[in-house]
């Protein structure tokens, strides 16, 4: 939902996009899409799925024992994935290198899924999906936590003065009106300079890490 705001996946969230099977990663990245139980396994968000009802007793359990081995006896079957049934679209029409890629081909393709999820893009912020993309295609290339946050924080430190975060939060959380003027009409008008801009390195203030012990 990040891009809905004018951010991009924060908090590791575009690693574990960029390890997600096929492209379902820049699908979930860009459109918002609302995961089950099964998409979330299917798509490395989730290992397990137990009932919330369950859960009080196997934390009792976990608690006296400290085996984790009772998680997974406590795991049932989730509820089918949705985003199985879809791979085989997803897969063909995000498989582009740019956001603009992706667009083109499902305008091209003119099916009902394309015509649904081009419905979804078209509510978010298009140099946010823009950027997702590309910091997708970057973590499957070098699959590093650290660099995936530093890469999500570059963007977040920019957002409010050269994206959209500003209006994202006027049109969902301070006027209310889900209207928001996005910067760009489209990502197909975003140039490649424009989206390394948002994602490099910050001198003085790039994200530094503390080692503790």
């Known amino acids: 939902p990040e891009c809905g705001i004018g951010l991009v996946p924060d908090v590791g969230g575009s690693l574990i996009l960029a390890r997600a099977p096929g492209r379902l990663g820049e699908y979930l990245g860009t459109t918002g899409f609302r995961m089950g139980p099964g998409d979330a396994i299917l798509a490395g968000f989730a290992d397990y799925h137990i009932p919330e009802e369950d859960w009080p007793g196997l934390i009792a359990r976990l608690e006296a024992s400290g085996d984790w081995s009772l998680i997974d006896a406590a795991a049932t079957s989730p509820p089918g994935a949705r985003l199985a049934a879809l791979r085989p679209e997803i897969d063909a029409h995000f498989a582009g290198e740019t956001m603009g890629d ?3 081909a499902l305008k091209h393709a003119g099916t009902p899924f394309a015509a649904e999820t081009l419905e979804s ?3 978010q912020s298009p140099l946010s999906m823009a950027c997702t993309v590309e910091t ?3 973590n499957r290339a070098h ?3 650290r660099r ?3 890469q999500e924080y570059r963007y977040t430190f920019r957002a409010m003065e050269h994206g959209d975060f500003l209006e994202g939060i006027r049109a969902a959380i301070i006027d209310k009106d889900r209207n928001p ?3 760009h009409a489209s990502a197909e008008d975003i140039p490649a300079a424009q989206v390394s ?3 490099m390195p910050l001198g003085a ?3 530094t890490w503390e080692e503790t012990t």
């Open 102 to 104: 992706i667009l083109r």
């Open 121 to 123: 893009l078209a509510r």
């Open 136 to 138: 997708i295609h970057r």
């Open 143 to 145: 699959d590093n936590i």
């Open 148 to 150: 995936a946050l530093a």
């Open 181 to 183: 003027r996005w910067r």
């Open 197 to 199: 801009a948002m994602l």
């Open 205 to 207: 203030e790039e994200l």
